[in-house]
């Protein structure tokens, strides 16, 4: 290479460094992991560094902002002037949860999370078990169908789920479609075609264009349907073949998803809408006759206690990974994770390491196979960091996609997150907080069912590994900030 070039490139990466460290204003474990990239990578940390590196413009960041301003302020005409959900919901069913209330609290605080005690929850660790109940709901609609999926596969289980919303679409439902533009850029824009002649309306998240959003990062990474006003689901199961088991590669795949009936499904509906008018050019108000379908009156379906809680980079607060800490610091006898990516950051692994050594009996599983090899490698990497402190690992023979966290088989948080610096900061995310010692009970249940497969984590066999795949976690875990 003539050197001409080479002193370009150099040049470049120069520029790009000064840009990491004095102008994006990164936390420094993230600018550090950026500065060696850029190093180490000369020909190819610049490029990667546009496409996965950048912070907001300040013309995207204003985006969020407003988004951010837009949301508060539509959350506020819902809940108080129309008066649809209780602006405070504080009272407490199960007496025995007051000890918990300044989770319930801080929620509320930090992310006007209100708390309905009304709920029914189903729980499914199964795609085909999701998508039966999610499927028939959808065919009993009259009204309204919601979706926001961070993807949307081309394949069989894809195609008839937008056969399906566009026969409901033909029949005068309406039918509002958003899915995230970078999960599903490779799919054909025919695919969404159906729907659209049927009526229906579809928007992507954030697009990618070139010299302008050219850019992986900020993705909406919810999963949320909203049947009617009445039924809701979410979760971490997308729209695809490989949640039925049926990926080529990757199998089996272990997954979990829940079904809300109650007022709490209000709440999902108008997480969907503030999403909708930010996605969507061709709807900007909401009209007060639409009000009464979007908004039914609930029927009293259960007696379970939820929270929804919203995060994503249009704050700085990172409000999901701190209610989960909240939970981990409330703790007194166990928690239980489950995450297919385990990348935390200081805070969140102090956080397990303390209760650890306060008594709590902490466990994490994690999945044997990989989807991603340089994510997998990161999220062994911090076995050791648990195993010296007590805490249990253990691996699951799969894919396990599933985003769990119990406490004291009182308290449940299932959605969209994962416990990464990247759900945490960087991606639009949804979790449900779940107060009820009977459906925490079914959750522990269900994760000591898993554990009863899964493989226990010892230093002896941790130690063993290769060389290689130690050197890996090494070099992965370094660059763990960016992933």
């Known amino acids: 290479m003539d050197l001409p070039i080479i002193e370009a490139i150099y040049f470049v990466n120069f520029l790009t460094i000064i840009a990491t460290v004095y102008f994006e204003r990164k936390k420094p474990v993230n600018a550090i992991a950026w500065i060696f990239a850029i190093i180490l990578l000369p020909m190819f940390g610049f490029v990667i560094y546009i496409i996965f590196g950048r912070s907001l413009r300040t013309t995207h960041r204003n985006i969020f902002k407003n988004k951010k301003e837009y949301d508060a302020l539509y959350q506020v005409w819902i809940t108080e002037d129309k008066h649809f959900l209780d602006s405070r919901g504080k009272s407490i069913a199960d007496k025995s949860f007051e000890k918990y209330y300044d989770i319930i609290e801080m929620n509320f605080n930090a992310n006007g999370s209100m708390y309905f005690r009304d709920n029914d929850i189903t729980i499914f660790t199964s795609g085909e078990e999701k998508y039966t109940a999610l499927f028939k709901d959808i065919e009993n609609a009259t009204e309204t169908i919601h979706i926001l999926y961070y993807s949307i596969n081309n394949d069989d289980i894809g195609r008839k789920f937008i056969d399906l919303l566009s026969k409901k679409a033909a029949e005068g439902v309406k039918v509002r479609l958003i899915y995230d533009h970078a999960a599903n850029w490779i799919s054909p824009g025919k695919m969404f075609a159906p729907l659209i002649e049927s009526g229906g309306d579809v928007c992507s998240f954030f697009p990618l264009k070139f010299g302008t959003y050219l850019r992986f990062n900020y993705r909406n990474h919810r999963k949320i349907a909203v049947i009617d006003g009445k039924y809701a689901y979410m979760g971490g199961m997308n729209i695809g073949d490989e949640y039925l088991g049926l990926h080529r590669r990757i199998k089996p795949w272990r997954d979990t998803h829940i079904r809300i ?103 994490v599983m994690l999945p044997f196979v990989a989807d991603k090899m340089f994510v997998n490698r990161a999220t062994t990497s911090y076995i050791k960091d648990l195993l010296d402190y007590g805490i249990k690992v253990y691996l699951y023979p799969g894919f396990l996609h599933s985003k769990m966290i119990i406490m004291d088989d009182e308290i449940t948080s299932i959605g969209s997150s994962n416990m990464d610096i990247r759900s945490f900061m960087l991606d639009f995310e949804i979790n449900a907080f779940i107060y009820s010692t009977k459906f925490t009970k079914k959750c522990v249940n269900i994760f000591e069912n898993d554990m009863d497969k899964s493989k226990l984590v010892t230093k002896d066999w941790h130690n063993s590994r290769s060389l290689w795949i130690k050197f890996q976690e090494g070099l992965f875990r370094l660059f763990s900030p960016m992933l």
Request: with cysteine.
């Open 261 to 363: 009936t109650g007022t709490s499904v209000h709440c999902v509906q108008l997480r969907f809408l503030m999403d909708w008018y930010h996605a969507s050019i061709n709807e900007r108000e909401i009209d007060d006759s639409m009000l009464e379908s979007l908004f039914p009156k609930p029927e009293k379906t259960g007696d379970i206690g939820l929270q929804l809680v919203s995060g994503g980079p249009d704050s700085n607060d990172e409000q999901i990974k701190r209610g989960f800490i909240k939970m981990i610091n409330s703790s007194r006898k166990k928690i239980y994770i489950q995450t297919p990516y385990f990348i935390p950051d200081e805070s969140f692994l102090e956080a397990l390491q303390i209760a650890a050594t306060s008594g709590v009996d902490v466990r």
